[in-house]
């Protein structure tokens, strides 16, 4: 018979050998279903490192991916602290990305110093504004924030194919429902000239940073914690529970809607109602990869960016279907729930004595 | 079936012929460094009350664990009568074959489904789920057999959630006997039962003996246990101090064994009273048809005097500690705290008011568990200009007033920076102590503030806030412990069905009187 003992404290090596255990145990099991359809497990596996970080191009390139992860990782893991489950990241970042060009692709002309930020503003506050509802509903008549978040994701994706077939709809683009692209002051400008990454990346980790200072070291960060801990007892103790949630909803739905501005400004420059291939998803699982932390979303989210950068090389490389990322993405994620469980607990094999 | 034959008994001793149904030798068992529990010996015989008297942190709950099969012991063996009364060891680390060998356990905390039938809860576990409600003539007689014999009276065919705390545990009892138990556990089974009720248990628990069923009492109320149990085993820093009949001990000889050192009497001085810190007039808080509601309640408490409130829970006390607690507001009447009206729902307008409250629950509202014992204790004041800049956490000078709180009241932890949880129950209300006392409120509201303590943590409770009624504050005590109030009180009302009695002087009353009153009598038909 197998028990599971709680730990009295689980120690900081334990925590990085899990995560790093994880992630290999992802790709052993990854293995399996490579060698059943015929692929060379170990020449597949050094495709996908090489596709991923084996040159200097083509760690740009995972990077570039992992921009808007940061963004949905950041979103999740601040909301998940405070037990707000936003699964709604989707939909808020169509929302920023719907911002995006409506303020950047000429409604308004100002300089570049000014429209950037203007847009990011404005793409953070859409993205708010669409996670501040089924908050409000949450905190005043207990509606569950899960489904009314994951239901807004079709709310918006449909809506923004409406945009896109009707007002938004670019003249110029022969009839392909995308939108106008945005003006050249409200491109975030690239990072190194020649590849796609652009200063989204910065942002991001910049974001990461402040949130990580936020949570552990301001007074918002630490109504925020309690609340999440345990709701009843920071009530109680007469914190703001609701403004703090409003907070929490206007943090995770402004990260999300800024992946949006970031997609759309840094890299495609306009909207496609396929901008997004599920990021706000992947942030739920790069969240949950990097424990919730601000700052190990970043290596979370460059992890996962890294696996479906690789394997799309590799997929084209030896005519395996791309489809295996998803599989590395699902098996780590179930791996780091398996390895959380082990980091939280100790397995004792008790041997049943017969009486 | 095979015949009872008659049971191996190495030591028959003249006057103890009872066979053996339990015996413990030398049960050791560690957790990490600490010696939870450390070759304990014990023996119990059929038809015998024991008691297990010990402070937190002796090893009971260890002790009880292993015997319920939560835990392994490292060392030492657990031998248990079988149907034909010969010692068999029992299986460790398994609950089935504790329950198969015939232990059962009423823990302190009710284990049952609130939306079940008391009838469904007692079979639950015997037959399968899906036949629950089919063919249960058998278990029906069966039940009503064991309610006869052992006298436990409760309502079968009602979820439990209605029923009252008495009766839930008289289901839990049953719960056990309908398994064939011949070794019962009862964890606490006072705390929560009226004067009456636990009379009525006491009475219950002797007829069972007196059929042969062995029992092991944990209580920390030790008038009951000289009353109720013949042998008195002791533990103390996980190992056995004492096994000694009840006959010849006395309570105070068995506080200081239990914690190893004289307890100081508690000393109530005359105060000098102040100006009224919390005035009710007629107040009425919940819905009607609300669970635990306040129906109405006069009160006039001053400064530098307990109330204490007397009741079994969910009488309305909850609503009352809300109300003061700021969250909950009054219905109807006037609420008046420190000379204002208290309209507002808002705890943090009562705690600028001076209102410092002590939570029934303490792990539910009054730590957060994965927080540490510096941010517990600045919770209430994490706003204020001692505690921040600018938004900024003051960090240091958190940690250093958390420090400074942990050598002023002596709260055993790893240090300000450890999680909450890993403290254990008397530490953690430190903590809530230490934030609510510092401040130095004028009304203190303290609702259950030592239940789950042992004696060296209650009494350091009482001790402070004995000198908060000395330092002039008004006191509000809300505890279903006739004995705690009687101790601390200057005055003493009843709650009964949401109405608060008036309240009474301390001096001369009789405990009698204030139990038939929270059994719903006046105290004028009954006087």
Redesign the interface.
């Known amino acids: 018979?197998i028990?599971f003992v709680p730990r009295?404290?689980t120690p900081v090596w334990l925590t990085l050998a899990v995560s790093v255990g994880a992630g290999i145990a992802a790709l052993l099991l990854t293995a399996v279903p490579l060698a059943l359809s015929g692929a060379p497990v170990l020449s597949a596996f050094r495709l996908m490192v090489e596709g991923a970080a084996g040159s200097g191009f083509a760690f740009a390139e995972t990077l570039t991916r992992a921009t808007p992860l940061i963004f949905t990782g950041l979103a999740a893991a601040i909301a998940f602290r405070a037990r707000l489950w936003n699964i709604g990241a989707e939909g808020q970042l169509y929302a920023g990305a719907l911002a995006t060009v409506a303020l950047g692709a000429g409604l308004l002309e100002l300089p570049p110093a000014l429209l950037v930020p203007v847009v990011l503003v404005g793409a953070a506050l859409a993205g708010a504004a669409l996670l501040l509802v089924p908050v409000f509903f949450k905190m005043r008549f207990g509606a569950d924030e899960v489904v009314v978040t994951l239901l807004l994701n079709f709310v918006m994706l449909l809506f923004v194919q409406m945009m896109l077939e009707g007002p938004m709809k670019d003249e110029m683009a022969l009839g392909w429902p995308q939108s106008a692209p945005v003006l050249d002051e409200a491109t975030l400008p690239k990072l190194v000239s020649g590849l796609r990454l652009h200063w989204g990346l910065v942002l991001a980790v910049i974001c990461a940073v402040a949130l990580h200072v936020l949570i552990t070291?301001?007074?918002?960060g630490?109504?925020i914690?309690?609340v999440g801990?345990?709701a009843?007892?920071?009530?109680?103790?007469?914190?703001?529970v609701g403004k703090a949630m409003a907070l929490v909803g206007l943090l995770s739905g402004g990260l999300a809607g800024l992946a949006g501005a970031s997609e759309v400004a840094g890299l495609k420059g306009y909207l496609t109602a396929d901008l997004s291939p599920g990021f706000g998803y992947a942030g739920i699982v790069v969240a949950t990869l990097a424990n919730l932390s601000p700052l190990g979303v970043i290596p979370a989210a460059i992890f996962i960016a890294g696996v479906f950068v690789g394997a799309d090389s590799m997929s084209r490389a030896i005519g395996v279907s791309n489809y295996l990322a998803d599989l590395v993405v699902a098996l780590s994620l179930l791996s780091v729930l398996i390895g959380g469980l082990l980091a939280r607990f100790r397995i004792v094999f008790?041997r049943?004595?017969?009486? | 079936m095979i015949a009872p034959t008659a049971p191996d008994q190495p030591d028959r001793t003249p006057h103890e012929t009872r066979p053996l149904v339990l015996s413990l030798a030398g049960v050791t068992k560690r957790f990490?460094n600490l010696v939870a529990n450390y070759a304990i010996d014990l023996d119990v015989r059929a038809g015998e009350i024991v008691a297990l008297l010990g402070e937190n942190g002796a090893g009971k709950t260890t002790l009880m664990s292993i015997l319920f099969g939560h835990y392994?012991a490292d060392e030492g063996t657990v031998h248990i009568a079988d149907a034909a009364g010969r010692l068999?060891?029992?299986?460790?680390?398994?609950a089935e074959?504790a329950l198969d060998a015939g232990i059962g356990m009423v823990h302190q905390h009710f284990t049952l489904a609130e939306n079940l039938t008391g009838f469904e809860n007692i079979v639950l576990g015997t037959v399968p789920l899906w036949r629950l409600g089919f063919g249960t003539a058998a278990a029906r007689a069966k039940v009503a057999r064991l309610m006869k014999e052992s006298g436990l009276e409760a309502d079968l065919d009602v979820p439990v959630g209605r029923l009252s705390v008495g009766e839930q545990q008289r289901i839990e009892i049953l719960k056990a006997l309908y398994r064939d138990v011949r070794v019962l556990i009862l964890d606490e089974p006072t705390a929560v039962l009226t004067p009456q009720e636990a009379d009525s248990l006491s009475a219950t628990v002797k007829t069972l003996a007196g059929k042969g069923l062995a029992v092991i009492f944990i209580s920390h109320k030790l008038h009951e246990v000289l009353a109720l149990c013949e042998r008195v085993v002791v533990l103390r820093g996980g190992a056995k101090v004492a096994d000694r009949p009840a006959a010849g001990a006395d309570r105070a000889m068995l506080a200081e064994l239990m914690v190893g050192r004289e307890i100081p009497a508690r000393e109530r001085t005359p105060s000098t009273l102040g100006a009224p810190v919390l005035r009710l007039v007629g107040v009425a808080v919940g819905a009607p048809g609300e669970r635990d509601r306040l129906e109405t309640a006069d009160l006039e408490l001053r400064g530098g005097e307990i109330i204490g409130i007397a009741g079994v829970s969910g009488n309305g006390q909850g609503s009352l500690a809300a109300l003061v607690?700021?969250?909950k507001a009054a219905r109807s009447g006037i609420c008046e705290i420190a000379g204002y009206p208290a309209t507002r729902t808002?705890?943090?307008t009562?705690?600028k008011a001076g209102v410092g409250?002590i939570?029934e629950d303490r792990h539910?509202?009054?730590?957060?568990?994965?927080?540490s014992v510096a941010?517990n204790h600045v919770?209430?004041t994490?706003?204020s200009s001692e505690?921040?800049r600018h938004?900024?956490?003051r960090?240091t000078a958190i940690r250093a007033r958390a420090a400074q709180a942990i050598r002023d009241y002596d709260i055993r932890c790893p240090g300000p920076d450890a999680p909450i949880r890993?403290l254990s129950g008397g530490n953690m209300q430190k903590v809530v102590l230490a934030r609510v006392l510092e401040r130095a409120p004028r009304l203190i509201l303290a609702h259950q503030p030592t239940r789950g303590l042992d004696i060296g943590a209650t009494t350091d409770v009482h001790r402070r806030l004995l000198a908060a009624r000395g330092r002039g504050a008004g006191i509000l005590l809300i505890s279903e412990d006739l004995d705690e109030l009687f101790a601390l009180s200057d005055r003493i009302a009843v709650i009964h069905a949401g109405h608060l009695s008036p309240a009474m002087e301390v001096a001369g009353l009789d405990v009698r009187i204030v139990g038939l009153m929270m059994a719903g009598h006046t105290a004028e038909e009954d006087a």
Do not use: C, H, K
Request: no cysteine; hydrophobic share 40%.
């Open positions: 018979m028990r009295e404290r070291r301001t007074v918002w630490f109504r914690r309690a801990e345990n009843r007892a920071a009530r109680y103790a007469g914190l703001p008790v049943r004595e017969t009486a | 990490g392994v068999a060891p029992l299986p460790g680390g398994s074959a607690a700021g969250l808002d705890p943090m009562r705690i409250r939570p539910r509202d009054g730590t957060i568990g994965a927080l941010e919770l209430e994490v706003g505690n921040q938004g900024l956490l960090r890993a």
